[in-house]
């Protein structure tokens, strides 16, 4: 059981119980007015702030490794291309006259092979006429003539792919003097100009960027600060709970002795119980408010920060280097144009390069086989005359000269496929080289640019409206803070009530039986109204002697509770 409260006797007042709850009705109304407003305000400020937060996100995340910064390599990227440009078109020419000296020798290699094949030709004809028109060597001669036809007719188109290969690969070269020619007109200013851009660029981005995650830790900060507020700000609404809950126990009294259940006199254990639950709350109501006010206050301070640290100048200082920038581009607009021909054309050469070396290799096959048919017949023609009377001889010994000269197509054969190695290794180095200048086009760079320009006028753009939407976060803050203002001068009301009521609180408690629990039946329906924990406490602690405390934990242990009252604490 708690300490029981002993109550001292002192003269009971004229007093109208009634006018008392007119009193909290009087502060109540505006009270809950003001936190409604108050509440509003913040609220709006907390929209604010989260839309502060999240541009800001956006911003950083474009700057810190987003398509800002990809951009900037980019430019950073095309601006080294540029400078190796003039070395690569060295390197090229010299790969361009690897690639004719190869072309020349298959096509020598391929005018050797033709006089062979026109020789195996003369010399079919010669089995033909030798043999005296003989069935098994006639076969044999017009199967070579075929065989000999198709392989004439392969070579033809080949020796046309390489005089495609010539002609293109002098447009190449013709492309690359022109390139090397505007490049001596603008280097290196240009591409020392587009590097330093892209690195004055990075330097400013980093600024900006970093300049947008302090501004974004401030509005985390006053984000986090707000909604501590609008947490705090509940107190308006549980201290009108508990002004509500007095209001009820005045009824409750005014009730009691309105029907002569009790004298007045006599109310003096629930009117202590009252008493100091109006105490408990107004000095939690004066704590709390005060509280919040300097919360709101460091709110308005903090956010007088954001506007500080919007950076000055910004908008100039990106566009002055992107000015300059577009300006060194638009110099070497003619040298971009001729790159990008030249890499152009260079790429549908490497490509026609490599059909070339495949086709090589194909047709080189091919001759290797043409040498196979061309000694198989050569054999059996010698097998024939073994059997042939009369021409045997003659016709084996053209014959031999026919397997001669298929050997002699092998070892063409193998110069051939020995030589496209030197058509594909240049080749593939060149296609290299061109993926490294493809960085420097006039059409990438313009993106680029265009990326770059779009995010930092998504930068200042976020910045400004922080700026903007500070204000207006101010100006709730503000609002706030006045509301708060008044909502604390309604204390003063509180403690006037309380010292009302505290002044009607005296007399002798009652132990007659009927007043003692018509008194104990108020109480029991005052506890019942309790949404929070602290205010049982509070009732416990005031109540009189003989006066049973209520339950402050689910199971009432320690305190004669009542089943209504098991139930009411099961939501604490």
Do not use: W
């Not at 095309?78 to 190796?84: F, M, Q």
């Not at 690897?98 to 010669?126: K, P």
């Amino acid at each position: 059981m708690p300490a029981l409260k002993l109550v001292t006797s002192r003269p009971l007042p004229d007093a109208d119980i009634a006018s008392l709850a007119d009193e909290v009705a009087a502060f109540l109304l505006p009270m809950n007015e003001n936190f409604n407003s108050a509440s509003t305000q913040l609220c709006h400020a907390v929209g604010k702030i989260e839309t502060i937060v999240n541009a800001l996100g956006e911003v950083t995340g474009m700057l810190d490794g987003g398509v800002g910064s990809d951009a900037i390599s980019g430019l950073h990227n095309a601006a080294i291309s540029l400078l190796n440009v003039r070395d690569t078109v060295h390197q090229r020419s010299g790969e361009i006259a690897s690639l004719h000296e190869a072309s020349r020798e298959i096509r020598t290699s391929i005018g050797e092979v033709q006089r062979c094949l026109q020789v195996l030709d003369i010399y079919g004809m010669n089995v033909k006429i030798t043999a005296s028109g003989l069935a098994q060597f006639m076969d044999f001669a017009d199967a070579m003539r075929v065989k000999l036809g198709q392989g004439e007719q392969d070579l033809r188109g080949l020796e046309h792919m390489l005089e495609a290969l010539a002609k293109s690969l002098h447009d190449m070269g013709r492309n690359d003097r022109l390139l090397d020619l505007e490049c001596s007109r603008v280097f290196p200013q240009v591409p020392d100009a587009l590097l330093q851009g892209a690195a004055d660029l990075q330097a400013h981005q980093g600024n900006l960027g970093q300049m947008a995650r302090l501004v974004s830790a401030t509005a985390t900060a006053i984000q986090t600060e707000l909604h501590g507020a609008i947490s705090a700000i509940q107190i308006g609404d549980r201290v009108r709970q508990r002004f509500e809950h007095v209001q009820k126990g005045l009824g409750l009294i005014e009730g009691a002795v309105t029907g002569k259940v009790i004298a007045l006199e006599n109310a003096q254990p629930a009117l202590a119980v009252l008493a100091a639950l109006s105490d408990a709350a107004t000095a939690e109501y004066v704590h709390e408010t005060a509280e919040l006010a300097a919360s709101v206050m460091r709110l308005r301070a903090q956010c007088d920060r954001l506007g500080d640290l919007a950076p000055a100048g910004s908008d100039e200082g990106d566009i002055d280097i992107l000015g300059r920038i577009e300006a060194s581009v638009g110099e070497a607009r003619a040298m971009l144009g001729q790159l990008g021909r030249a890499n152009s054309e260079g790429m549908a050469t490497l490509a026609f390069i490599l059909e070339t070396v495949e086709e090589v290799t194909r047709r080189a096959r091919s001759i290797a086989m043409l040498r196979l048919d061309v000694q198989y017949m050569a054999i059996n023609i010698g097998l024939s005359c073994r059997t042939a009377q009369g021409v045997g001889r003659p016709v084996m010994v053209i014959a031999n000269e026919i397997r001669t000269y298929s050997e002699r197509l092998d070892a063409i054969a193998e110069t051939i496929l020995k030589t496209q190695d030197h058509l594909s290794g240049p080749c593939h180095r060149l296609q290299e080289r061109s993926s490294e200048n493809a960085a420097a086009s006039g059409e990438l760079l313009a993106r680029f640019l265009a990326t770059i320009a779009d995010c930092n006028q998504a930068g200042r753009t976020a910045m400004a409206m922080v700026v903007a939407e500070a204000q207006e976060l101010r100006a709730h803050l503000a609002s706030a803070m006045s509301l708060l203002e008044e909502a604390a001068a309604t204390g003063k009301s509180m403690r006037a009530m309380c010292d009302n009521l505290r002044a009607i609180t005296g007399g002798d408690a009652s132990t007659e039986p009927g007043t003692v629990a018509a008194i104990q039946a108020i109480l029991k329906q005052l506890a019942c109204t309790y949404t929070m924990a602290d205010e049982r406490d509070v009732h416990n602690r005031s109540l009189g002697e003989g006066y049973a405390g209520i339950a402050t934990a689910p199971d009432g242990q320690g305190f004669e509770a009542t089943t209504d009252d098991d139930d009411d604490d099961g939501l604490f």
